[in-house]
Each structure stands twice: as C-alpha cells, then as structure tokens.
C-alpha cells in the first residue's frame, strides 16, 4: 500500500481514495472509503487506453463476473462506472496479506498450515465454478490471507463456460509457473486448469520457491509442460497430493471436493497459530486522507444502484487488454511460445545497446504463403494483402502482444502477414550505423531500416511503420515503468510515421528511422514522445508492420536489442 500522487483525484465516484493498492497494465487500484465509512477497492482504467474497445471489453467483463461470482471466498462487487471515464469498478476491501507477501516473508509455509490453505482455496474454487467461471489467473499474488480465510481476487481473465475469448494475439492466459500445460499448448481452459494453478500455488507455499524455476517466462512455461514440479523438502503426502493436481494432462488431476477430501482438515484455518499470526502482515488502513485532499467536496452518491449484469453493453470487442502478456489467447497457435523458421543473418552478430554491432535480418528462405517479388503481382505488394490507397497519418497503439528475447535471439511470435522473402530488416547504432561500434553509450540512439532487395518498378505502396517496444509497462506520467510493477510491456511501444516500402530513387532502397527522435505513442490521435533507452534497461522488442490506416496494421517481421 502506497501513498497518493499528486495526480491522483481525491475522490472515484461517491468514494474518497485514501492509499494506492497497486498498478497493472490497464490501471491503479486504490483503497477508498465510502459515505458511510466502508473501506473498498477501486479499479481504475487509465485515461491513456480508454478508447481501446477492447481494454473496455475485458473490463465490462470482469465487472460481469465479480459480478455473478457472490461467495464468501471472493471480494464481492459493491458498485460499478460503465457509462463515461473514468471507467471504474469497487468490490469489498478484503485485509490481509497476499500469499506471495506472507511467504516472501516468512518464508515457506507449515505441512498443516499449506493443507487448511489449499482446502480453503479449493472450496473457494469450486465456489466460483459453481457459478460457470473459471478464474484463470491463480496464483500467490492473487490469494490474500485475509483473519477469516483466503480469497481469491482478480477476475480480470476470468471467463464463463459460455463466453468465448476476447483476446486472438497469441499468448496463452495465465502466468508462467502457474498456467495448465493445456492450456499453453491448446489454450483449453477449465476447471481442471484451475486445479492446476492450484496445486503450483500451494508448490511456492510449502516450498518458498517458484513451482517450475525462475528465468524467461518461455522456459518456466516449459518446464510447466514438459517438466517435474519442485516439491524439494516437502512433506511426502502432502507433496503427492499437489503432484496430482498439477498432472500434466487434466483428466488425471483431482476434482476439487477430492483435494479437499485428501486435506484431512479438522479444524477452521483460523485457529491455526501459523496462519493467524500472518495477519500481523496486514498493512495498516489510512483513514483520512493525505493533507490537501481531505477539504475536498466530497460527491453525492449515486441516485440508482449498479448496473445489473443484463444491463451491461456487449462484449463483442476481438481483443484483450489485461496486465500482464499472459493474460491473452490465441487458438490458431499451438504454443504460448514456439520457434519460428532461423533468420538468415547477413552480418552474424549479436545486436545489443552497450554492445552496439549493426546487424540486417532477412525474412526465411521457405516460401510458406511468400515468395520472391518477381513471382508476384506487382499490384499486390510483399503479400497477397492489398497495398493501402492512401498514405496512413500514424500507428494508433493497439493491443499488441510480441516480445523478444536475447537469450533466444528470436521474438516470441511468428508475424502475422508473410513479407517475402525480399524483405530485410536492419538495427544498428544510429551514431556509427554503417561499421558498428564496442560500445554504445546509454544516452544512444538506435537506427532502424527497412527494404524489400526484389523490388521491382511499379510496386503499389506498401506502407510500413516501425514499432519500438521497452520491455516494461511504462507509467506515461514519469516515462518509466510502472512504480512498484515491473510488468511486461503488452502494447506496440512506440511507433515511427508509415513510410512506403517502394519510394525513392530506387525501388529496393533501404529506409531509416532513428529510435528515440522519429517515434511517438499514439493516444486519441495526439502523440507523446519515445523515451530515451535509459530509462528502461533490458530487451526491447523491434516490429516492422505493414500499416493501412491507424487502426490496421499487421506485423511482418519482428527483432530486437538489448540495452545495458
């Protein structure tokens, strides 16, 4: 629990905010009180992605299933704003610690105190599934340990059986460590993949460490898969019973009443020493607010009550905007994460900023839906997509999920559109770009450029814009990632003006944007300005997208550097 910023509003609503609880991709979250004196928390959309339809489309959805999922195991929702920004949501402010909190510091929790929590955990789970949802984000950060028992918070991705994915860019939902083998690999989601999150859950609990090891959220998804879960040190009954419930196929895990079955609890949870003493973990409540808000006029309360669930607009938005990248399906892929065909690299180095080495990429060989631009219509473009009539003003920043690894040397998702084989792509140091440099200074400037070599005259536009992705979600009040959360960055970054692949003196001329001069988000058509690379170190991600109008554009190819 944070104080308030200055930019924060003293009042949501009829609630006057007292603390901030938390920030995520989508919003702030804070502690509020109401008229009457009732401590709730508030979710709140940031301004920036208001007009995404769907940020608003998961957030209506999330109030639906707060909404239906009434249980003493859940926060339960008190009220809700649907109609005008700020778009906001308030359930009950559950005190306690959150399980990820109590074991990071008090360490790994006792044999009979993992049982009364993962039997609590598990009669809350078949609660909430007796409702038609599935949570899909079970986890230690989601669990708060409240004096009365555990409850499960963030329906964020939760989804009913009958409601089908808003989100198609790739990503399994979940968190790695935490997420089904089925459902990174088939995105099949249900009540047995909340079983599974259950078991890897309680893992971290009796063990202090995460359930499938630390490192790159694609390799602890496939240990998820393809690997033994760590139950080093655990109790042998207590560690059989968590083994069968991360199973890796779901028919062989237990039902939830059999878990709670196997728990053997005789005594309420609150009665045990270990468990009541996380309480003192708790966080103490403000109860006015800071000086200078406290005089503010505070609103009148709503006139009606919420919306009821038949009265909430339709979610018929295609994508998703959650908090963090794995929070996102797509069914045509069969992996969260997989290869994608080698690159040829025409100047075989490593391209990082601190280890600035100009580097050109090539889309493949392989001819899968491309091809060469002397076997196409010279109409067409570098793929059978039509070429934009018009020169596109900017790239709008919509959802957008890919990143790169240096690790891997590759980005986490195959492109979307074919290029062709003509199409290379180039990453360099802006202040040495033609030999490359040993070094590059952090204040540096990257220089991005683009051609198709099997160009020929006569090629109808094909606009091209450059995304430049930090690794991290970035807080656009400050320029750098959001306080408190280093959450993977889930937007297309920072996007340069389209330039047409086949303009210039040549058709096969390479094109050059410079990184952070020629790039801006884009929110309500108004731009702000790149961040310079020191602010975020690590992996940024590199997307070239052909581009039609601000809103439509797909990428075609996809790299990255690293700056140190």
Known sequence: MDALKDRD????????????????????????????????????????????????????REVETVRAVR????????????????????????????????????????????????????????????????????????????????????????????????????????????????????NEVGPAADVFALGATLAYAATGRPPFGMGEPAGVSYRAVHEPIDLAGVEPELAALVEACV????????????????????AALVEDPFYAGLAQLAEAVPQTPPTGQAGAAVPVPPAHPPLGAHELPTAGAPNGYGYTPTQ????????????????????????AVGVGVALVLMAPDDDKGGGSAAGRDKSSGPS???????????????????????????????PEERAGNGFMGSISDADDPDTGTETLTLDGKVRIGFRDKDATEGTAPYYVTVSVKPPHDIDPSTGKPVEGLLADNVNVGYTSKPVDLYSGSAPGDWKYVTYPDDFNSWVRGKPSPAIPLTNDPGDWTVQFHHIRTPDDYTSVFCRGFTVK
């Open 247 to 266: 199973a890796k196929a779901p028919a062989e895990r237990p039902g939830l009443g059999e878990v709670i079955a196997r728990c053997g609890v005789r």
């Open 71 to 186: 249980s003493a195991y859940t926060a339960n929702l008190i009220d809700a704003s649907l109609d005008a920004a700020p778009y906001w949501l308030a359930t009950e402010y559950v005190s306690g610690p959150t399980l990820s909190k109590a074991v990071g510091e008090r360490g790994a929790l006792p044999a009979e105190t993992c049982r009364g929590v993962l039997a609590a955990l598990a009669e809350g789970l078949a609660a909430v599934h007796a409702h038609g949802v599935t949570h899909r984000d079970l986890k230690p950060q989601n669990v708060i340990l409240a004096a009365q028992g555990p409850s499960l918070i963030d329906f964020g991705i939760a989804r009913g059986a009958g409601q089908t994915a808003l989100t198609e860019a790739g990503f399994a939902p979940g968190t790695p460590g935490f997420t089904a083998p089925e459902v990174l690999m088939r």
């Open 328 to 351: 996102v399906s797509g069914p045509t892929q069969t992996a969260r994460r997989r290869r994608i065909a080698p690159w040829t690299v025409a100047v075989a180095m490593a391209v």
């Open 9 to 60: 509003p003293a009042h949501i609503g009829a609630y006057t905010l007292l603390a901030r609880l938390g920030a995520g991709g989508m919003g702030q979250v804070y502690l509020a009180r109401s008229p009457g004196g009732r401590l709730v928390a508030i979710k709140v959309i940031r301004d920036e992605i208001t007009d995404h339809p769907e940020a608003l489309a998961r957030f209506r």
């Open 384 to 414: 059978s997509s039509a070429a934009s009539k018009g020169a596109p003003a900017y790239a709008g920043d919509k959802l957008d999920r890919t990143l790169w690894y240096s690790d891997t040397g590759e980005c986490q998702l195959p």
